[in-house]
Structure formats: structure tokens, C-alpha cells
């Protein structure tokens, strides 16, 4: 096989997106039948072409190259993952190779096989590798100058070899140039517009992923749904709103179980179910492991069995002579049938116990005189918090201070 002369054009610069190379020492003409010792009639007598096409730097996948000769089709094939494809190319005709993919300005490539000396056609040939650089298509782009080809490749008999003929490609570099300056202009202002666009759909999907988090599931789908103005193709947000309804409905579901189980806990507890209280707060929090309320119902589960676990009976103790007691000065309802209990109950004149239950310390004040009785209650909590109660209603501990300690 003989190969074409290396090619790397300047025309990267002057036509940008075109760039033709060949690897070291395609330079040299090379015939198969270095290679080969088989009878001529044997080698494949065509041209071998071999195009990369890329975006920038990077590989374009699935570009197609259409190959036509005489205006017809004859071969199309897409690019692999690197961008690259091949094809063969019988002697003798002028072929036009189409580079396109969609949203991408179509290219167009020359190569003329024809003017070829019978004896060279003996051997089949290696045009090289070469690139083929496309750039997106924006509206308002002049796109007419890329309807002619933008290189040739001619056979030189001189150096039997294929090579650019410079002469067409220079004329075509110099009508592309000003085109390409404002087309890139165009370019540059997708870019930046994108580049917003991106910005935005980020912030959308951020904010609809912290919403998600944190359980408001309607604020979560409508950040999705902003999302997917910006890039309506886009995956992810649809894909999250698929998962928000699925764990909304759930959750949904979850809740009235839980708020149930509170219910019951809460009824428990009032009643000194401990047992019963406790398994419903658990069972609360094998659903939302998160919230606080439940651990601190199951916190005070606990006290309240330490409460009724270490609570001491004590006896009243008589403190003075009923003699130097009076109610003159004391408010109270003689009718009131809990007065006259605490009568019958107590001895007359001042009683006073003192009992602890869990963290706290209660000092009970009985009073009787004759046939009425008033009970006084201070509350003095592990934490430092106290409550005075009268007859079981709350007082203050000015009204504990004036009617108790008097004697």
C-alpha cells in the first residue's frame, strides 16, 4: 500500500474546525506488496480513508459520513465512541464525503480519484487519518459557504501520492474566514447562555433536593419542575418526582400511624400505663427516628417509674397543739366535702409530711380546725422549679408562706 504525504494544515486557523493529520511516516510511499507475496490480482486496489470527527477536543459519537459520487449515494456509517470511522474508496471516481450529526453544521470533503496512471491503480492506497472538526448550529448563523467543500484531496502523479491541493483550499480558507469570525461570535453568546441556564438548573435541583430532605415534598416537585423548564430532557428532576409522590404517599400513610400511636402513648402515660405508653412511643419512633417528642414522652416514662419506684410512705406528724391553731384569717369553703374528709382523716391543728417521688420533693400542709380541714402543697422539683397548690387548685407561694407558716 502506498500512502499520502503528511498533511497537518494551517487551516485550524483559517478555517477552524478543519484539522488533517497523519501519523509518522506516512510520508513514505508504501506498496503492499512490501508486505505482501501473494499475485496483484489479489490486493485490494482503492483508497483507504480513515476520518476522526470531534467537537472542540472531544470525539463526536454517532457523526454520520455519507459518501457520494456523481451527486448519488453510495456508503453512509456513523463514528464509534472515539469518533472514528473508515471506509474504501474505488479508483476512478470523484467522491464528496458529507460530515453531519444533529444540531451540528454540516461539512463537506472533496477527494478525486480520477486522474490516475494505469499502473498506479495496481495498489491500493492509505490517505491517513485525518480530522474533521463540526461546531453547533445557532440560529442566525451563515451557513451557505459550508454548501461547497471545504478541502480537496487530488493524486499527484509527480510525487504519486494524494495530497490537499492547496490552491482550492486556500481560496476556500479565505471566503470562510470572516463567516467563521461571526459565527464564533455566535457560538461564544450559546455558550454563556447555557453556561446561565446550567447555573439556574443546579440551584433548582439543589433547592428541590433540600426540600426533599426535609419532607415538604410539594415545595421539592415544584423546585423539579422549574428545573425541567431549564433542561426539559433532563433526567434527574423527573426521576425525583417520581420518588417525591412515591415517598409522599408513604410518608402520608406513616403519619396517621404515628400520630395514632402518640395518641395512645400519651393516653397511657396520664393513666400510669407505663408498660403500654412506652411500647407506643417506641413503636412511634420506629416510623420517624428523627422526632424529639417521642423521645422525650419515653424520657418521661422513665422518671415516672422512678417517681413511683423510690416513692417513701410517711406518717403525719402532729407539729403543734391544735390550741394554737385558727382559721379566722384563712380562706376556705366549709361546704366543700374535701374539707370535711381532710377533717375526719387528720388530727386537729397542723399535720405535715414529706415524700420523694423520682426528682422531686413534695411537702404536704394540713390544717384542721373543728370540722374543716385545708391541704397545702409545695412541689420542689430536682431542676429547681417550685408549685404550691390549695385544696388541689394552684396557688402562689406567697398564700403557702401567709396561711402555713404562721405557726
Known amino acids: 500500500m502506498r500512502q499520502a504525504e503528511s498533511l497537518l494544515l494551517i487551516l485550524f486557523l483559517v478555517i477552524p474546525n478543519l484539522l488533517f493529520s497523519q501519523e509518522e511516516g506516512e510520508n513514505k510511499k508504501r506498496s503492499l506488496k512490501e508486505f505482501f507475496f501473494a499475485d496483484s490480482t489479489q490486493i485490494v486496489k482503492n483508497l483507504l480513508v480513515s476520518p476522526e470527527l470531534l467537537e472542540g477536543d472531544a470525539p463526536l459519537r454517532n457523526a454520520q459520513v455519507k459518501v457520494f459520487e456523481s451527486g448519488n449515494p453510495i456508503d453512509s456509517m456513523l463514528t464509534d465512541s472515539l469518533g472514528k470511522t473508515s471506509m474504501e474508496l474505488p479508483f476512478g471516481g470523484n467522491y464528496l464525503l458529507e460530515f453531519s450529526r444533529p444540531d451540528y453544521v454540516t461539512k463537506k470533503l472533496e ?142 400513610e406513616n403519619k396517621k400511624r404515628y400520630d395514632l400511636l402518640i395518641l395512645q402513648g400519651d ?64 380562706q376556705v369553703d366549709a361546704n366543700n366535702a374535701f374539707v370535711s374528709e381532710l377533717a375526719k382523716k387528720f388530727p386537729q391543728g397542723l399535720t405535715e409530711e414529706v415524700t420523694t417521688e423520682g426528682g422531686k420533693t413534695i411537702t404536704r400542709r394540713i390544717i384542721v380546725q373543728g370540722t374543716i380541714g385545708v391541704e397545702y402543697k409545695k412541689i420542689r422539683h430536682s431542676w429547681g422549679g417550685e408549685f404550691f397548690l390549695k385544696n388541689g387548685e394552684q396557688t402562689t407561694e406567697f398564700i403557702w408562706q401567709k396561711e402555713t407558716e404562721q405557726y
Open 111 to 252: 477527494i478525486d480519484t480520477r486522474d490516475m496512471p494505469a499502473e498506479d491503480k495496481e495498489y491500493g492506497y492509505d490517505l491517513g487519518r485525518f480530522q474533521m472538526r463540526l461546531f453547533r448550529k445557532v440560529e442566525g448563523m451563515n451557513l451557505e459557504a459550508y454548501e461547497k467543500p471545504v478541502a480537496r484531496y487530488v493524486y499527484s502523479p509527480t510525487t504519486r501520492l494524494f495530497i490537499v491541493e492547496k490552491k482550492f483550499t486556500r481560496k476556500r480558507a479565505k471566503e470562510l474566514e470572516p463567516i467563521q469570525e461571526q459565527n464564533q461570535a455566535l457560538i461564544e453568546d450559546l455558550l454563556q447562555e447555557e453556561a446561565s441556564v446550567q447555573a439556574d438548573y443546579e440551584a433548582a435541583i439543589r433547592d428541590g433536593d433540600i426540600e426533599f430532605k426535609n419532607r415538604d415534598y410539594a415545595s421539592a416537585i415544584e423546585y423539579y419542575k422549574e428545573a425541567q423548564k431549564f433542561k426539559p430532557n433532563a433526567e434527574y428532576p423527573r426521576s425525583q418526582i417520581v420518588r417525591v409522590n412515591k415517598e409522599r404517599k408513604a410518608y402520608a
Open 267 to 330: 393516653n397511657a402515660l396520664e393513666a400510669d400505663n407505663l408498660d403500654r405508653a412506652r411500647d407506643s412511643y417506641t413503636k412511634a419512633l420506629e416510623l420517624f427516628a428523627e422526632e424529639m417528642y417521642p423521645k422525650l414522652q419515653l424520657q418521661k416514662v422513665a422518671d415516672r417509674k422512678d417517681e413511683l419506684g423510690s416513692a417513701k410512705p410517711t406518717t403525719g406528724k402532729k407539729l403543734k397543739d391544735p390550741k394554737d391553731y385558727t382559721l379566722e384569717n384563712i
